[in-house]
């Protein structure tokens, strides 16, 4: 009796599991009693037990959406379509957090390429980033990728060896410089551009790796200098990389199984 009992929770399970991940758009509690016609009280146990095993999660809005096991799974494979969607819960938060502007950012041909934005809750500082791309060495998001190695210098220019663009009197000119500033970017986990890509900004970015322990995006704080100062600075850069680990975790990086996967290789 107990197996059979136990093998018709594992069906009513699936079949709840079923109607989320082939969904279209979030569903609600209701909708899924409703739609697999099992009890509220039982529908209520089988999606805890599937949420504390990372197979279901839910929105801000108790929604639930497929969760933390399938982002993992479908990031093995190189898929990146679904980053804004698992990434934005995290650009919320921290916007909330920050009142500032919040970017995240990939490598695209030797640029930064900012994919989403959550808009600063302040009328200075309202810029829309999206689709936009920068040079790596003088934002916050592209020094994160280099010192990780998701993105590579462009090609030097003829004539110009190891000169890097200058943008603002304080960018840094020189892959000799680059290359220091990464070392201390890595030893404290996020990088800092103050007025370096445009005069008046400044901005923090943070890593976000993937399963294996590769950094595959980053996420950044940008405001302008006058709200940026040194305590809203480093204050913005422990909620930048906090919600940037919290990414990383549900992306399936699991920071002690990497670095021994690391060290084998």
């Known amino acids: 009796m107990s197996n059979q009992n136990g093998t018709q929770a594992v069906d009513r399970a699936a079949r709840l599991l079923a109607e989320v991940v082939h969904s279209a758009d979030p569903m609600t509690f209701t909708e899924l009693s409703g739609t697999t016609g099992l009890a509220k009280s039982t529908t209520s146990r089988l999606l805890l037990a599937l949420e504390r095993n990372g197979l279901v999660r839910r929105d801000d ?3 639930f959406l497929p969760g933390e096991m399938f982002v993992s799974f479908a990031w093995r494979g190189g898929a990146q379509a679904g980053l804004v969607a698992v990434a934005q819960p995290f650009l919320d938060r921290l916007g909330k957090a920050t009142g500032e502007t ?16 959550v808009d600063s809750t302040y009328l200075i500082g ?10 790596l060495h003088c934002s916050a998001l592209g020094k994160v990728l280099l010192a990780y190695g998701a993105a590579q210098l462009p090609p030097e220019k ?3 060896p190891g000169k890097l663009e200058r943008r603002t009197a304080k ?3 020189t892959e000799a410089a680059l290359r220091a500033e990464m070392a201390g970017l890595r030893a404290r986990g996020y990088a800092v551009t ?3 890509l445009e005069p008046g900004l400044v901005a ?8 294996d322990g590769s950094v595959v995006a980053a996420l950044s704080v940008s405001g302008p200098a006058s709200r940026m100062a040194r305590d809203g600075l480093a204050t913005a850069a422990s909620q930048c990389a906090e919600e940037a680990a919290g990414l990383s975790a549900v992306l399936g990086y699991r920071q002690r199984a990497a670095r021994q996967n690391r060290k084998a290789g």
Do not use: F, K
């Not at 919040?102 to 934005?117: D, K, P, T």
């Not at 923090?204 to 399963?211: E, K, L, R, T, W």
């Open 158 to 160: 003829p004539g110009q």
């Open 204 to 211: 923090v970015a943070a890593p976000i790796y993937g399963y």
């Open 171 to 173: 960018t840094i000119t």
């Open 102 to 117: 919040i970017n995240l950012g990939v490598s695209s041909n030797g640029m930064v390429e900012q994919i989403a934005q």
């Open 194 to 196: 103050d007025e370096e």
């Open 61 to 63: 809005h108790g929604r």
């Open 126 to 135: 309202g810029t829309n980033w999206v689709g936009m791309s920068v040079p």
